[in-house]
């Protein structure tokens, strides 16, 4: 609840004052044959993944459906969607895993 | 040890790093690609990687297989490149005092790298 509000000002506070941060995003199999990209950097104004995620289907409307089966992770590390970004990450787009 | 490689395993090579004076059990898995029912003519199996999540993911299994009474040693290996139908994709080893531990030890990590470990598949066809 409190973490909630205290998302909700800064986003307001970025809004505000028109923050930006950079992000890099790694597409792997599924999402790379969807965007035909194995990268890219992003300007982005939002705070936490899940705002990540928005922006990317609005950019890359090919990826919608695998993002909704993806997991994300930032910095090599898996993370939800509440997770809070900052300037420099790396975000990975994770389909489906299928190892073995 | 844990590894991710692009030429096919040498297994007996895999097997010999397991033995050791104090372990009386070394359980094997063995990962092939197949061709499923209705897959049509399969030839293959193109595994791609998030090269260093997969390894810290891989360590991290290792580390908490270690971990448990009776493990002596661990040996995690999958393919990175094209594996035809028959060869070996995926090696799990895991030498322990006792057989129980090793085969449950085994099968934790199987299933842990199939769920976590970001590496993919592309079946290649005739």
Same mark, same amino acid.
């Given at each position: ?35 035909? *990209? ?17 922006? *990317? ?44 | ?12 090579? =895999? ?5 050791? %004076?104090?372990?009386?059990? &070394?359980? +094997? ?15 293959? &199996? %193109? ?7 997969? =390894? ?9 297989? =270690?971990? !448990?009474?009776? +493990?002596?040693?661990?040996? &995690? ?7 035809? =139908? ?22 934790? +990590?199987?299933?842990?790298? !199939? !769920? ?11």
């Amino acid at each position: 609840m409190v973490t909630s509000l205290i998302v909700k000002r800064i986003n307001s506070i970025k809004s505000v004052y028109n923050i930006v941060m950079r992000v890099k995003i790694l597409f792997f199999a599924e999402a790379k044959r969807a965007v035909g *990209l194995e990268e890219t950097e992003i300007d982005f104004d939002g705070a936490n993944i899940s705002d990540l995620k928005e922006f *990317l289907k609005d950019q890359f409307p090919s990826i919608n459906n695998v993002l909704e089966g993806s997991a994300f992770a930032v910095n090599k590390e898996y993370a939800r969607l509440q997770k809070t970004l900052k300037d420099g990450d790396t975000v990975a787009i994770i389909p489906p895993v299928e190892g073995g | 040890m844990v590894r991710l490689e692009k030429e096919p395993l040498n297994i007996d090579f =895999l097997i010999g790093s397991l033995k050791s %004076d104090t372990a009386g059990s &070394i359980v +094997i898995f063995l990962g092939e690609p197949r061709r499923g029912k209705g897959d049509g003519p399969v030839v293959s &199996i %193109d595994y791609s990687t998030y090269e260093e999540m997969a =390894l810290k993911e891989l360590i991290r299994i290792e580390e908490e297989a =270690l971990k !448990k009474d009776g +493990i002596i040693d661990v040996i &995690i290996v999958h393919r990175v490149s094209e594996v035809p =139908l028959k060869e070996i994709s995926f090696f799990v080893g895991v030498s322990s005092a006792h057989r129980k531990e090793g085969f449950e030890i085994c099968n934790f +990590i199987v299933e842990e790298v !199939k !769920k976590n470990v970001p590496i993919w598949k592309e079946i290649k066809y005739d």
